[in-house]
């Protein structure tokens, strides 16, 4: 600083002055910078070279008016200080607000000398702002409001439907093939989804309808002037329609559909969390009834979502009350018909329902996350079963144990099995662990990691329901499983059903070919037996040969059954139907049909369709 400047503004070698994170300018009393902290240059773009001696009008934007200037050197002129937001621009260009203080400096006389401006970046502060608004108001991923959002505006149009005797419409909408995308084109894939589905859903409503994204594959709409049904309806129609069109994603088409539950305020519901749930509820109905539909609340679906979270709730106690029971279903080598394994299948003997089949509560415990602690019940009463077996000395057998996607994301899954092979002092290859294809690309690399491990021990591994999921051939290979098995939908008729037939034989051709032993399900039929025997199929299991039955049954039969095969053979519990058509010589289709109208009940999971 030269000597021309007052003694009151020699600052350069005040610490303070050049430390501080804020700004600092200084002008003489006409208004010529005389000095400017290095957090002004930093600030501000300038050197301070090329600010001295200038005016600060340098600085100035557009944004303010001379009236605002004014109103500044008034209060400076009154008080002595002026303090506010001022947008200034940098020597970039870049407008941006500051937060300044000006005090006007006095000399002896009594008279201003100088200004001192000392002034911090408002920028920071105001993005942080700005995001933080987003963040708890918006969905990152979709842009779309969240679920906060959702629920004020779906308040305020709650208040004002009831102020103007109006209703609201709440629509729950849920993707319904959502899941694959992530499974087989990843993660990125996924998202582009999401936010191209978010886009067609906003296209379809007014500005005034808002839809957000509630969590994963859920979005939630809420009509806020609707006259009644028919106007949900109609918006429900809209949406199914524009979501059925493909999706481009990484340079292919993906379909897709979505299932969409409405309930209506103040009709079904009179609170906010009520009117949610009710829609919700809808939602599973429009999914149970075949997906890519909408589906009204009514009080009797209220009934079933209350049933369906009593058994949840019943589920909790099934272990500890003993509940579980493993039946086994015979699988059979088809040249002689010699039981060669048999697959668990675990049933819950529910204390007022009775007998309840998989596909009951297995979503149930998946939803609830309760999979894990059943999953190892299943394991350890499958090695108890083998041991028990061998004690009995009946000839060997492998045991095939169904396991979930989310019992491989346990590390110490595998160790644990190991701990109870040993115990039971059982041979590993005893034991197979089936997981379905689509479970297996859930995580693909986390499922090579698992198989890697179990192999590594020497438990066998298989593919289950092979031909549901989206799995690659080189995934199949680095799995390194022992077999396939063929799910039983594509046995479905025949060898009448050519597509079935050729899709059969050509899974049973690749199976050899890479080596795997390929086991086919769900054979029923004498025909069925002859087509899969024909093509060189390792293993069969059905009803044909057996349903699954308690162990005590099955020892009976192996105790007096040498073959599976040929009329003579003794069938597993009999019913009525399959002593009629045990007479019969075969399997009729009118028994397949009727059997194939028993399906839906025992899908084995919420998502088993084939993806032809
Ligand atoms: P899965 O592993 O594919 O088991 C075969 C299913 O097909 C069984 O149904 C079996 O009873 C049925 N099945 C066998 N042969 C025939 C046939 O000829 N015709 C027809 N229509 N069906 C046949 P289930 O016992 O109801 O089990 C359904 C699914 O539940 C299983 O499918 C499996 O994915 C799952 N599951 C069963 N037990 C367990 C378990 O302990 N853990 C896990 N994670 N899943 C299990
Ligand atoms: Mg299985
Ligand atoms: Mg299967």
């Given at each position: ?6 003694a ?58 001379p ?26 260009g ?42 708890a ?16 505006r ?14 609201v ?40 309808d ?10 939630t ?70 997906r ?42 088809p ?30 415990a ?17 090695c ?36 109870w092979?040993?115990?039971e ?30 192999k ?102 192996r ?54």
């Amino acid at each position: 600083m030269d000597g021309t400047k007052p003694a009151g503004v020699r600052c350069r070698d005040c610490t303070v002055f050049e430390a501080t994170s804020d700004g600092i300018v200084i002008t003489d009393v006409q208004g010529n910078i005389v000095e400017v902290n290095d957090a002004f240059c930093r600030i501000m773009g300038y050197s301070s070279a090329e600010v001295l001696g200038r005016n600060p009008r340098l600085m100035k934007s557009d944004r303010h008016g001379p009236e605002f200037y004014k109103q500044m050197w008034r209060s400076l002129a009154e008080t002595g200080v002026w303090q506010g937001e001022v947008w200034d621009r940098r020597k970039d260009g870049e407008i941006f607000p500051k937060w300044i203080t000006i005090n006007a400096i006095k000399g002896p006389g009594g008279r201003v000398t100088h200004y001192l401006g000392v002034f911090s970046d408002l920028t920071g502060f105001r993005k942080t702002a700005a995001e933080l608004e987003l963040l708890a108001h918006y969905d990152p991923l979709t842009g779309l409001p969240n679920r906060v959002l959702f629920r004020e505006r779906l308040a305020h149009a709650m208040a004002l439907a009831r102020r103007a005797s109006r209703k609201v419409a709440v629509l729950f909408a849920d993707l319904d093939q959502f899941k694959p995308v992530n499974d087989t084109l990843g993660h990125a894939a996924g998202d582009d989804l999401l936010c191209q589905v978010a886009a067609r859903l906003a296209g379809c409503l007014r500005v005034s309808d808002t839809v957000s994204r509630l969590a994963g594959d859920e979005f939630t709409i809420l009509l806020d002037e609707v006259s009644g049904a028919g106007d949900a309806a109609r918006v429900a129609r809209k949406l199914l329609d524009e979501l059925r069109f493909p999706f481009a994603l990484g340079g292919r088409e993906w379909r897709l559909s979505v299932s969409i539950g409405i309930a209506l305020y103040p009709d079904d519901a009179t609170g906010l969390d009520e009117l949610l749930s009710h829609a919700d509820a809808a939602m599973y109905r429009a999914k149970e009834s075949g997906r890519d539909r909408f589906h009204f609340f009514s009080r009797s679906i209220h009934a079933r979502a209350a049933a369906h979270s009593a058994l949840a709730e019943d589920l909790r106690r099934a272990i500890d009350q003993g509940e579980l029971v493993l039946y086994y279903q015979p699988q059979i080598e088809p040249v002689r018909g010699r039981l060669v394994g048999v697959e668990a299948l675990v049933r819950w003997n529910h204390p007022r329902q009775g007998l309840l089949p998989p596909a009951k509560f297995i979503p149930l415990a998946e939803e609830s996350r309760q999979l894990g602690a059943w999953g190892d019940w299943v394991l350890r009463e499958a090695c108890r079963q083998l041991r028990v077996w061998r004690e009995a000395d009946l000839p060997p057998l492998r045991v095939a144990v169904n396991v979930a996607a989310q019992q491989f994301e346990d590390s110490r899954l595998v160790d644990r099995i190991a701990g109870w092979l040993i115990e039971e002092k059982l041979e590993p290859g005893q034991l197979e662990l089936e997981i379905t294809e689509s479970g297996a690309m859930a995580n693909p690399e986390r499922t090579v990691e698992r198989l890697h491990e179990m192999k590594a021990i020497g438990i066998r591994a298989a593919i289950d329901d092979f031909g549901t999921g989206y799995s690659s051939l080189a995934y199949l290979q680095r799995f390194s499983v022992d077999a396939l098995k063929i799910d039983r939908s594509f046995l479905r008729d025949v060898p009448e059903d050519h597509e079935n037939a050729m899709l059969c034989a050509a899974m049973i051709a690749l199976g050899q070919n890479l080596g795997l032993r390929i086991v086919a399900e769900g054979v029923e039929t004498n025909t069925q037996l002859e087509f899969l025997r024909e093509r060189g199929c390792d293993e069969l299991q059905g009803y044909l040969f057996g349903r699954p039955v308690p162990a005590a049954q099955l020892d009976m039969l192996r105790r007096t059954t040498q073959s599976f095969l040929g009329s003579s053979s003794p069938r597993l519990t009999p019913g009525r139907g399959q002593r009629a058509q045990q007479a019969n010589g075969g399997r009729t289709r009118v028994t397949t049909r009727r059997l194939r109208a028993a399906q839906p009940s025992q899908a084995p999971d919420g998502d088993r369709r084939r993806n032809r």
